[in-house]
Every structure is written in C-alpha cells, then in structure tokens.
C-alpha cells in the first residue's frame, strides 16, 4: 500500500512540473484547479463562476481535450500570451459567452475553437493576430459577427465556415495575403461589398461561396485564378464584375449562379475558364467579349445568363464546348464565329436568340446535338464548308427562321435524327456524295420541304413506310440511277452468313428494312482518354466507309476498305482529324478481325505532341460486322 501511494505522489508531482498539468486545489470545496499549459502559462479553474484563466507569457501548448471535461462559462486568456494551441479548445461544448482574446495575441491554431457552437456575441480577432489557422473556429455557429486583425496575414481552410449567424459586413485588412479553402463558406447573413485587398495573392476553393454579401465585389489585382466555386452561390451581389487582368484561369463553378446586375468584364490575358464557371450569372447584362488570348471554354461556361446581349468570340478558339451558351436568350445579333472553330458542341447555343443569316467557318468539322436548337432569329444559314462531316441530332431543331434551299457538302456523312425538324421555311435540300446516314425524323414538321435530291449514293435514311420518316409526307426523293448498284451490293452482302452473328436487316424504329445499307453496333470504352472516358461510341458503317462519335460528340470520319483478310499495315487508317477532349485521333486501327473483344484502336495526339493508345471495346459477346465482296 505504502509503495502504491509512493508512486501515486510521483505521477501528481511530475505533471505538476511539466507541461498540460493540473492540481486539485483541496477538491470540490475549493476554489478550483490549476495546472500549466506553457513553458511560464498556467491555467485556472474556478468552479464557483465556471471560469478558465489562462495566465502568462509566451506560446501556449495543451492537449486536445484539455478542458473539454469543465462547464467554462467565462474564458479569460491573459495579456501575454502569443499563440493558442492547435486543437486547444476543441469540441468545447461547455465553452459558453463572450469570447475575449488578448492584445499579445499573434496566432491562433488549428482546430483551437473547432465546434464551439456556444460561444455568442461578435468575434473579435486582435489586431495583434497574423496568422487564424485552419479550422480554428469551424461551426462556431452561435457567433454573431466578425472583427479581423489589422496585421491579419494569413486565414487557414475553413477558419470561419459555417458562421451561419453572423451579421453586419466583413472587412479584409491590408496586408492579407492567403485565405483558405472554405474558409468564409456558408456564412450567409454578412452583407454589404466584398472588398478583396490587392495584397491578396491566393483565394482558395470555395472560400466565399453562399455568403451573403449584396454589394459590390472586387477582387485582388495581384490573383492569377480564381478558385474552383470561389464565389458559388453569392446570389445577393450587385453591380459590375470586374475580373482583373492579372487572372488567367477561372476555374469550375467559379461564380455559379451569383447575383451581379451590372455588365462583365474579361482580363486581357485570360486563357480558361472552367465548367460553369461563368453559369447562371442570370441578372449580368450587356456585352460579354472574350479575349484573344482564351484557349478554351469548358462545357456550360456562360449557361443561363439570360440577360448578356452580345458576344463576341475570341479569334483563336478551336472548340465551344457542350452547353456553352445555352439559355442565353437575350443574345442578339449575328452570331461571328470565328475560322479557327472546329468542333461546336452539345447544346452551344440552344434557345439563343441571334438574328440574321448563320455564317459557318470554313474549317468546322461538327454540330453537335442540339447546338443551336430553337435558335428561331436565323433566317439562313450561308453555306456549309466542305470540311463539315456530321450535323448530329437536333442540331437546327425548331430554327423556325430558316428560309430557302440547304446545300450540304460532298464531305457530310451524317446527319442526325430531329437535325432541321420544325424548320418550316427550308424548301429544298441537296446531298453531295459522301452522305451515308440520315436519322429518323431529320427532318420532319418541315412543311415547306419539297424536294430532297442525292448527287451520289443513296444514303441509309428512313422512308414513308417506317415509323420515323427522315422527311416530310409530300417530300419528293431522287437520286442518280448510279444509287441502284449499291444498294445491290449492300442487299448482297447483307444476306450473307456470318459465324457467331444472326445477319439481320430489321432496325429498331419500325418495320423491317427493305434495303439494310448501314448497320449500327454500340461499343463501350473501357479505357481513359486523358480526363475524358471513352464510353457509348456508336458506328456507322459499310464495305468502304466507317464513322465513329464518342459519348455523343466527335467524330471521326474516313474511307476504310474492310477486308478481313487485309495484312496489319493495311488495317492502319490514318484520319483527316477527330478531336477527342484532351487531342486528335489520327489513326485508326481494328484489332485481332471482327471478332476480337478489342476490336478498335486509335492513336492520340495530345496537343504538347505526346501521344497515348486508346481502345475501343465491344460491350456484349457479339462480333462487329462490316459488310465485304467476295
């Protein structure tokens, strides 16, 4: 017993002498308990008034924990003290009032008020303080206010998220240079103008988004980019947004859906913006002009803003992506698209309202779904360039302005289903040689159309008798007599037994096909293409022409003579271009005959010049089949 309490003592007397101790002053009928939490701090409990003192000079250092056991109503940290430790009060759920800090005071650390939800009144950070760290009060959800330090430097990730009862406006001192992922997120009753100082050099992701602020914003001139959802959801704005010419890269959701009333103005040497970077911004008005010096646009950049008036598009873009400027309805004007333009994506420029005749660039390889659908202020559209080779589904759908004759290049492939539908105007169309697959309905509710003429072969589209006509009742179709021999050979070469495929020349649409020119076999990709994966590619083939689009979007058009006996040089097909998110397919190979699992494989060509193999791969049991002559 003796040589029990013997070390009982021990323990008692060393953390008394070191660091994070505590002493019972005479139990409960004392005043309270001591302890040290620093090389010249001690604390104090007084049980009586439910108070800690934290007394001293110098840094602090404490346990996780700490006083996590006492029911603090009062927390009184002496002048002195230069730091509260990391995780000091952490979770503190007892921790309860007005929440004082000292003069002295020159940082706070991670997680040292985390959870809080007690604390009350408005935060006062000293103006001694030059680094909050991350964390630091997190969900301190009773608070009503902030008051930052004028030497403030530095605030950590997420130190003042969630402070959703805080009220009044938020000053950012001069000097401040970092602020942190989240670390304002949420605080959704701050009003008043968001003033960033120049002195700012790094907002991180979501640092401001669903604030409150119903003013103005101005950003830091010194920035380079602007974070991932930085501003999401700060519906309240006003005013003009002013992105300084020192940005390069708005990154994705970067000002989702906020509230700016005034006009937009673009850096000069901006060259990203990001995926609905730009969206929903419904009350910005006037003209948007992108810079030269833009590389590209990602998918729904500029989605929703209803109320911009003008465009102007930058002379180098190569893609606008999916989505791009959809729903932007008070877009007027022609529409200037520049020559460099390749491929225009999904939904572009959906319900739009450019006026005037459409002016294609002369290197455009693709339309894509949907691009300009509802797109009812063009009259006409002046000519397709020769390197056109899909106008993919819906793509001019309900364009109820469009007048007069359409004339499609010799290079057209395809074009999809519901393509010019409720394009009342158009009274004509003409094919040139390459057409080889026209959709279901492409052209229906086109009640003006009269004539539909092919200078080449007879493309695959779908006639009065089948369930989705390709054209209008009334609609005469003619063709050279040459059209007749291919149309032999595909019924020849459809007839025939293929191991391990029942040949087939039904379609899903309606009745069976009385000359089956084109089949259609879905693939699935099982590899990566940079960031973009490869999945639900889609063919379109015969005995001489196979076509490819990836994920409903670009596409790869070439002559290929599909010779299963051909030797592994003849199998390689090099490709005019078929841009695929991060590079160019330029050459196309099938791999192991039409009954490999891996039946396809390309190479790409990132724009850096390096180059990476990709495979296409069928996703059932069934073989690909592509017709051939004996």
């Known amino acids: 017993m003796k040589r029990l309490l013997v070390i009982m003592l021990g323990i008692v007397i060393m953390f008394g002498i070191l660091g994070c101790g505590s002493n019972d002053e005479g139990g409960e009928k004392t005043k ?244 609905g970077g730009l969206s929903y911004c419904r009350r910005l008005t006037g003209a948007v002009v992108l810079p030269d010096s833009l590389k590209l646009m990602e998918n729904n950049a500029f989605e929703g803003d209803e109320s911009i008036t003008s465009l102007k598009l930058p002379a180098g873009i190569k893609y606008i992506c999916s989505d791009t400027f959809r729903g932007c309805k008070s877009l007027t004007g022609e529409l200037e698209l520049p020559d460099s333009l390749l491929v225009i994506g999904d939904h572009a420029f959906g319900a739009t309202a450019f006026t005037g005749s459409l002016k294609l660039p002369s290197g455009l390889i693709s339309i894509g779904n949907s691009a300009f659908m509802s797109c009812k202020g063009f009259t006409s559209i002046a000519g397709f360039p020769e390197t056109l080779t899909h106008i993919k589904d819906g793509a001019f759908s309900s364009c109820e302005g469009l007048t007069g004759e359409l004339v499609f290049p010799d290079g057209l492939n395809y074009v999809g289903k519901y393509a010019f539908t409720g394009c009342t105007g158009i009274t004509g169309v003409t094919f040139g040689s390459g057409i080889s697959s026209i959709g279901p309905n492409a052209f229906v509710n086109c009640s003006g159309l009269k ?4 200078t080449g072969a007879v493309a695959d589209y779908y006639g009065q008798d089948e369930k989705n006509p390709s054209f209008p009742e009334g609609c005469s179709v003619n063709a050279p007599a040459s059209a007749v021999k291919r149309a032999e050979i595909w019924k020849k070469n459809a007839s025939k037994s293929i191991p391990g495929k029942e040949s087939s020349s039904s379609n899903n649409d309606g009745a069976a096909r009385e000359e089956p020119y084109y089949w259609t076999q879905s693939l699935t990709g099982d590899d990566y293409v ?43 097909v090099n490709t005019n271009g078929f841009f695929c998110r991060d590079g160019w397919i330029e050459s196309l190979s099938y791999d192991g005959g039409f009954y490999s699992d891996d039946i396809l494989t390309a190479t790409l060509v990132k724009d850096d010049g390096s180059t990476e193999i990709v495979h296409f791969h069928t996703g059932s049991e069934e073989s690909l089949y592509i017709g051939f002559d004996e």
């Open 451 to 454: 004539s539909a003429e092919f």
């Open 32 to 275: 309270g308990i001591t302890g040290t939490c620093g090389e010249n701090i001690t604390w104090t409990y007084d049980k009586s008034t439910k108070t800690l003192t934290v007394s001293g000079t110098g840094e602090m250092v404490a346990e996780k924990f700490m006083w996590s056991d006492f029911k603090i109503n009062n927390l009184i940290i002496g002048e002195g003290i230069t730091s509260i430790a990391n995780n000091a009060f952490y979770s503190n759920h007892n921790l309860k009032g007005k929440l004082v800090l000292p003069d002295t005071l020159k940082t706070i650390g991670d997680f040292a008020f985390y959870g809080c939800e007690e604390l009350t009144g408005v935060l006062t950070i000293p103006d001694s303080v030059e680094k909050v760290g991350g964390y630091a009060f997190t969900r301190c959800k009773g608070f009503t206010g902030i008051r930052l330090s004028k030497s403030l430097k530095e605030i950590g990730p997420e130190a003042f998220s969630d402070f959703e009862n805080a009220e009044g406006t938020l000053e950012l001192p001069e000097g401040l240079e970092t602020i942190g992922r989240c670390a304002f997120i949420s605080a959704g009753k701050i009003k008043g103008d968001l003033i960033i100082p120049d002195s700012v050099t790094s907002m991180g992701d979501w640092a401001f988004s669903q604030c409150g602020f119903d003013g103005k914003l101005k950003l830091p001139s010194s920035i380079e980019k602007i974070e991932y959802a930085c501003f999401n959801g700060c519906e309240n704005f006003s005013g003009d947004l002013v992105i300084p010419d020192s940005v390069k890269d708005i990154d994705y959701h970067a000002f989702l859906g906020c509230g700016f009333d005034g006009t937009l103005t673009l850096p000069r040497g901006l060259e990203h913006i990001g995926n």
């Open 530 to 572: 940079g960031e973009g994966r490869l999945a639900d590619v889609v063919l379109y083939f015969d005995d001489d022409v196979l076509s490819v689009r990836i994920n409903g979007r670009e596409l790869l058009t070439t002559n290929y003579e599909a010779d299963r006996n051909a030797g592994i040089e003849e199998r390689i």
